[in-house]
């Protein structure tokens, strides 16, 4: 039950996180390959850290935006939610797989978008990015494409160490 509910959250959240990118969410500063953004009301605050792959293979495979978020909602206590959107409809019953050197971790899909299930693997991960250099993200897309992304870790750390100071249920 507490994984529907976090998955509800997650999902409502990240369909926001677009648009948020694109106009709502601010900016608020640049770590390596790493982005802090930021988005606040009356009502609530949402923070995430974002990058775009350097590399995407197939290199002309006709995708949308490619990005790997680490998002944070002070108010319902989620530090440190994991997602990728891959661009494109990921293939049902499919997988998506995350590598960092010889760690590797298995992401369930939902549209075009995927996600840790589980709570330790979601901070196992992240631990993993902190001391990596690259990661590789590979997906099937539902017409059968394999694509494999390739992210820059450089500046996670303090990406993320930065959003933990800023997007704190206690900052404003």
């Known amino acids: 039950m507490q994984v ?3 998955l509800a959250v997650c999902l409502m959240v990240l369909q926001a996180l677009p648009a948020l990118a694109e106009g709502g969410a601010t900016v608020t500063g640049t770590y390596g390959s790493w982005s802090l953004y930021k988005s606040e009301s009356k009502s609530h605050k949402i923070c995430f ?21 680490i ?15 891959l661009g494109y409809p990921i293939k049902a019953k499919s997988d998506v797989k995350v590598s960092i050197g010889d760690a590797n971790f298995t992401l369930f899909v939902k ?7 589980d709570t330790t693997d979601e901070l196992k991960l992240i631990e993993q990015m902190k001391k990596g250099s690259t990661m590789q993200v590979d997906g099937v897309s539902e017409r059968g494409t394999e694509t494999s992304d390739t992210y820059s ?17 206690s900052s404003s």
Do not use: H
């Open 4 to 6: 529907l509910t976090r």
């Open 49 to 69: 850290v974002a990058a775009a792959p350097e590399d995407k293979k197939p290199a002309k495979a006709n995708r949308a935006a490619v990005l790997f978020y």
């Open 71 to 85: 998002s944070a909602w002070p108010k319902d206590g989620i530090r440190s939610e994991v997602s990728v959107k």
């Open 111 to 117: 549209d075009e978008r995927a996600f840790v299930a």
């Open 153 to 169: 870790l450089s500046g996670i750390s303090q990406a993320l160490q930065s959003m933990a100071e800023s997007c704190s249920a």
